[in-house]
Each structure stands twice: as structure tokens, then as C-alpha cells.
């Protein structure tokens, strides 16, 4: 999986850090495309093992692994109709929701 150069620049000032994250989800989206893959049963599966692989590079960083949780929604919750290679593109995606409520 290939990784936006923001996540790899990630750091996490340790000191400061059990003050300041607060919770967050990760959330790992696919398009609607048939899996092709021995990896990988279903579409929901590769998004989940999306989130995962984002929270084991938030973990490397410095993140609380506490304060992370993972979701995969598969190909259930798009942002564009699956009906161009460049729509699809935007559905491959991983969303990070910040619980604000704590």
C-alpha cells in the first residue's frame, strides 16, 4: 500500500502526547470493484486491512495505540459513483474521524 507523503512525514511529540490526542478513528474504503486477489476475500476486507496498516504507521509514529480504533466500510460508503477509473480512484480511500466529544 502506498502511503500520502503526509503520513510518512507523521511525528507525534511523545512528551506532549497523553495530553493531546484525542480519540480517532480510522476508516479504510474501497470502490466497488470485484477483488481479484488471494490477499484479500472481499472488499471489505482489503478496507479494513487499509485502516490497519494506517494505525500500525500512526503506532510507529507515536501515536496513543489507546486513543485509535479501525473501521472498514468496504465499498458501502463512496464519495463518487463508481463509474469512471477516476471516481473509483477517490473511493480507495482512509478517512480519519476525530472524536471532539471528550
Same mark, same amino acid.
Given at each position: ?11 507525534? #511529540?511523545?512528551?506532549? $502526547? ?37 494505525? =500500525? ?19 458501502? #460508503?463512496?464519495? $463518487?459513483?463508481?463509474?469512471?477509473? $477516476?471516481?473509483?480512484?477517490?473511493? =480507495? ?10
Amino acid at each position: 500500500l502506498n502511503y500520502h507523503p503526509v503520513l510518512r512525514d507523521l511525528k507525534v #511529540d511523545k512528551n506532549k $502526547a497523553k495530553e493531546t490526542q484525542l480519540p480517532l478513528t480510522i476508516v479504510g474504503h474501497t470502490d466497488s470493484s470485484p477483488i481479484r486477489s488471494k490477499r484479500f476475500k472481499n472488499n471489505l476486507e482489503l478496507s479494513a486491512a487499509r485502516a490497519v496498516n494506517t494505525l =500500525r504507521l500512526f503506532i510507529k509514529c507515536g501515536y496513543d495505540k489507546k486513543a485509535l480504533s479501525v473501521e472498514g466500510r468496504g465499498e458501502f #460508503d463512496p464519495i $463518487a459513483p463508481n463509474d469512471t477509473p $477516476a471516481n473509483r480512484a477517490k473511493n =480507495r480511500r482512509v478517512e480519519f474521524v476525530i472524536d471532539l466529544s471528550v
